[in-house]
């Protein structure tokens, strides 16, 4: 059963890697603008201080005993903030010392589309103690605009991932996934087409 599971996550992980790879870059030159960037300040997270300074997604200089920071644990590979087109390392966009839901979602996926109003009802909610990135792949980066746009989604943190190495990272073969991560940056859980609250709550340490 282990070998067979093991299998086909390698086979999944293999075709994933192809149809990131067949897309090459299109619609990674989509045109924007920065209009509804000005009005809404959607990237104001990533572009204080904090958020974008080399020492927020370090470990902290007294930290001798392995741990790993949720910035450290990310990729760090460049993705394209959907909101407003900047252009980032996946990493700067951690919060040291806060957990971290990985929501990983596609363009044309409808289960995606049901599942983004529990997302902003839980960013709403509980955005100031999980940190809440959208990691979006597939399709093109037109394709994930509209898909923002559509659900609501523009106050999250949606990011564009052309290469699909952060899902190649967690192994993430279907979408929607959510993947918690420990304030130290371990994976605690993940789910399918299942937006479990309460479980979420748990693996983050909030209940």
């Known amino acids: 059963m282990i070998i067979a599971r093991h299998?086909?996550?390698?086979?999944?992980?293999?075709?994933?890697?192809?149809?990131?790879?067949?897309?090459?870059?299109?619609?990674?030159?989509g045109d924007t603008t920065d209009d509804t960037a000005a009005e809404e300040d959607p990237c104001s997270p990533a572009t204080s201080t904090e958020a974008s300074s080399p020492e927020a997604s370090a470990p902290p200089s007294s930290a001798d005993d392995g741990a790993t920071t949720a910035g450290e644990f990310l990729p760090d590979i460049e993705v394209v903030?959907?909101?407003c087109g900047d252009t980032v390392s996946l990493r700067s966009l951690a919060e040291p010392g806060v957990p971290t839901l990985l929501w990983f979602w596609a363009p044309n996926c409808t289960f995606c589309m049901r599942e983004a109003p529990e997302v902003v009802e839980f960013s709403a909610e509980y955005g100031d103690e999980v940190r809440i990135i959208g990691l979006g792949a597939q399709d093109s980066l037109d394709r994930a605009v509209d898909f923002v746009s559509s659900t609501g989604t523009e106050e999250l943190d949606m990011v564009w991932d052309e290469s699909g190495e952060s899902w190649i990272h967690f192994e993430v073969t279907s979408q929607p996934t959510v993947i918690v991560l420990s304030a130290d940056g371990e994976v605690e859980e993940r789910w399918y087409r299942d937006f479990d609250e309460a479980g979420i709550l748990a693996a983050a340490g909030l209940t």
Request: glycine share 12%.
């Open 7 to 29: 299998t086909r996550v390698v086979v999944g992980l293999a075709a994933l890697a192809l149809s990131f790879s067949a897309n090459g870059v299109s619609g990674a030159t």
């Open 81 to 83: 903030r959907v909101a």
